[in-house]
């Protein structure tokens, strides 16, 4: 009879509890070191996608409702409206930390053992946690990200007052002005938001907006949030940083138009996050990193050189969203305990961003396209002439799909509208199924809904191809 696997995961946040369950549902035995954060070892549910979101809620709806102008639209308390939402996303976060808790608690037992303490490498085949030793057959290490403030002279001396997204996710009190570093998705998200509710917001980013997707993008959305009043300074270097005698932020930047100093009440820095790898001891268990200080992770999850060594999720720093990081959890979990080889298969690439409106791309842009070898044809409609976009509110977005002019496959689909966020999976379906556009173009659209952004440009790209798509509603 062939023996039982000791898997051991380390890290207790999303990659890693996905890991432990799918240990668990092939029979092996689990040691699942949650480390000393354990019940806030989730950066998602506790400072990532789900308090940003609530967050973000209340904030769009008092946005939206104002919009028309035809209702007077106040908060009840508007001294205490920050606060007042604050409370009640920990509220909420509250209960998705509790549910998770109490999943891990029902899956402890002798065969899925929960060490709420740090787990560091002894050897290639033995962990410490909390002054206990304990071998495993096999390892996946999953212990998530940090922020990482960038070498800006300055900032070291003055890091405690600078907000990252834990800081700002917990403020409860309105500065008159933000300046925020970085725009990624956590430095646009921020500011569109901390804008409207009436701060004064510069965003300073190093390149362009959405600078790994199509331009068209990018400078479609600096647009948009420039409309709501957020100054925003492209291709700008942050060369120093320090704090005058009023105890407001000094930044001294390099942009386009030369030097200029920014000062705000506040400052986020939102430049990004590496993988948490410092008190795991990995030369001990024999494995280095690359220049940049991340593990050589294969796309079977191994660890290269390490047929026993895995990594999934954030700590893998391959692809640092949670939806990816289950995915890889569970592949490493499978190949941990078969001895396979299961890798990443993707070939949408599905990526959102939660500003407003939302940014979804899935596939290829056309650059990108033509140096894979396609001969790319595209289309693009705007989102003020689909209706339910319009009545939305949403007449500066538009969506644009890519198609291969030679086999007619759909190779990538951008999207800047109202819904985005979840409009952008049918394009992400269609790639991941070799979908051509005369096969989309048949199929049925609801009228009237914000989906008909994306069946006027199939419909337009299956003419352009020699199809014959339905009519369709055009009201």
């Known amino acids: 009879m062939a023996k039982r696997k000791t898997i051991a995961v380390i890290g207790g946040g999303s990659a890693g509890f996905t890991a432990a369950r799918t240990i668990a549902k092939l029979g092996g035995q689990v040691l699942f070191f949650m480390g000393s954060r354990a019940d806030r070892a989730s950066l998602c549910v506790n400072y990532g996608c789900m308090p940003s979101k609530a967050l973000f809620l209340p904030i769009d709806a008092m946005h939206h409702a104002r919009r028309h102008g035809w209702l007077r639209v106040e908060p009840v308390h508007p001294g205490q409206f920050l606060a007042q939402i604050v409370a009640w996303k920990d509220r ?38 909390g002054g206990e030793r304990y071998r495993a057959d096999a390892f996946i290490i999953t212990s998530g990200s940090l922020a990482v403030p960038p070498p800006i002279p300055g900032l070291e001396a003055i890091q405690d007052k600078v907000w990252t997204n834990e800081e700002i996710l ?12 970085g725009a990624g998705p956590i430095g646009m998200e921020f500011a569109q938001r901390y804008s409207r509710l009436g701060c004064d917001v510069t965003l300073i980013a190093r390149s362009r907006l959405l600078s790994g997707f199509p331009p068209q993008f990018g400078e479609r959305l600096a647009g948009i949030l420039e409309l709501e009043g957020i100054r925003i300074l492209l291709n700008t270097r942050t060369l120093a940083v320090s704090r005058n005698r009023d105890g407001w932020f000094l930044l001294e930047t390099d942009g386009p138009g030369g030097r200029e100093p920014i000062v705000g009440q506040r400052l986020l820095m939102a430049t990004g996050r590496r993988p948490a790898l410092g008190g795991l ?37 391959k692809r640092m969203v949670v939806h990816h990081a289950h995915i890889e959890a569970g592949i490493a979990a499978e190949n941990a305990m078969t001895g396979g080889e299961r890798k990443w298969s993707r070939r949408a690439n599905l990526q959102v961003v ?52 030679k ?53 337009r790209l299956c003419r352009d191809l020699s199809g014959s798509p339905f009519c369709r509603a055009d009201e």
């Open 407 to 459: 086999d007619h496959r759909v190779l990538g689909a951008g999207l800047l509208c109202r819904d985005a966020d979840n409009l952008i999976h049918l394009p992400a379906y269609i790639i991941e199924h070799g979908h051509t556009i005369h096969q989309v173009a048949e199929a049925e659209f609801y009228h009237p809904t914000k989906m008909e952004i994306l069946s006027g440009i199939f419909d």
């Open 281 to 317: 001891s990995l030369a001990a268990a024999g494995i280095d990193t690359d220049e940049r200080g991340y593990l050589r992770v294969g796309e079977d999850m191994r660890l290269e050189g390490r047929d026993r060594i895995f990594a999934a999720g954030d700590a893998g720093g």
């Open 92 to 129: 909420e976060i509250a209960r998705f930390r509790a549910y998770r808790q109490t999943a891990i608690r029902e899956k402890s037992s002798g065969d899925f053992q929960v060490i709420r303490a740090d787990a560091h490498f002894v050897d290639p085949d033995t962990v410490e946690a």
């Open 170 to 181: 917990a403020n409860t009190d309105l500065p008159e002005s933000l300046v925020v570093v």
């Open 354 to 405: 939660f500003t407003d409106p939302e940014f979804g791309f899935a596939g290829m842009g056309a650059e990108e396209a033509k140096k894979a070898g396609h001969q790319v044809v595209s289309a693009a409609k705007e989102s003020r002439l689909t209706g339910k976009l319009h009545l939305d509110g949403d007449d500066h977005g538009f969506g644009e799909v890519f198609v291969d002019a």
